[in-house]
């Protein structure tokens, strides 16, 4: 069955890659943010914006313009991680998509997601990161993303899709992702625990929570604190 809305109707939804990327880390994360609008972040505007020109627009001027049209907010400090983020992509080879900001679904494996590049040879699409590249490889995380979009692509394109590339465009570089049965698995393990949490279950802390840097963090100790003293 698909899972249930968080409010108990029985209108059905597939889980989004988002939630079950988070649940994969950790299933309270997820818990503690629904139904909470968690905004993009300005390296995030950012990276979108040079990758909606794929490498053609060279001005750090022009494309700061476009980033304020869509950030009015942002803090003009930004610009100079714009302009370092144009820079170390302009030595970059871009595959050549056709698509951005692509809506996909898989009926099959109940999930859904928008992948930020795509239509490129033999199902190649790209998942865009405002953070810095591993030394090497890709981070856990993205190699989750990358196997999420390639099961959603392979039932539009009716072919098995082996890989993605993830452009870490803060450092202009990008990788190639293998889709690897491991990450196939967590993929399906991460939409099960976000499908539990999205039906309204609390789920168990992890033996080895996520916790720095976690946007839920300080909601999850609060909440840990009112069970234990209720207890």
């Not at 914006?49 to 490498?55: D, K, S, T, V």
């Not at 809506?103 to 998942?127: K, N, W, Y």
């Not at 979009?149 to 890989?163: K, S």
Request: proline fraction near 9%; glycine fraction near 6%.
């Amino acid at each position: 069955m698909w899972p249930l809305t968080r409010d108990g109707s029985d209108r059905p939804r597939p889980v989004r890659v988002s939630e079950l990327v988070t649940a994969h880390r950790c299933p309270l994360a997820l818990y503690h943010l629904q139904g909470r609008d968690q905004p993009s972040s300005a390296r995030y505007v950012i990276a979108k914006e040079i990758a909606r020109h794929h490498g053609t627009c060279s001005d750090p001027d022009l494309l700061w313009e476009e980033v304020m049209a869509v950030m009015p907010e942002i803090d003009p400090a930004m610009k100079d991680f714009l302009s370092t983020s144009l820079l170390a992509c302009s030595r970059m080879v871009w595959p050549p998509f056709t698509e951005q900001d692509l809506q996909v679904r898989s009926e099959r494996h109940r999930i859904t997601g928008t992948v930020d590049l795509a239509g490129g040879p033999h199902g190649l699409f790209g998942v865009v990161r405002s953070s810095s590249a591993p030394s090497e490889g890709i981070y856990a995380t993205d190699r989750i993303r990358v196997a999420a979009y390639a099961l959603c692509l392979e039932e539009i394109y009716h072919m098995p899709v082996r890989e993605g590339v993830v452009l870490y465009l803060p450092d202009g570089v990008i990788r190639t992702c293998p889709v690897s049965p491991r990450d196939r698995r967590a993929v399906l393990t991460g939409r099960d625990a976000a499908t539990a949490v999205i039906s309204g279950e609390v789920p168990k802390r992890p033996l080895n929570p996520p916790c720095t840097h976690c946007p839920a963090s300080d909601r999850c100790r609060q909440g840990a604190s009112s069970r234990f003293k209720q207890g």
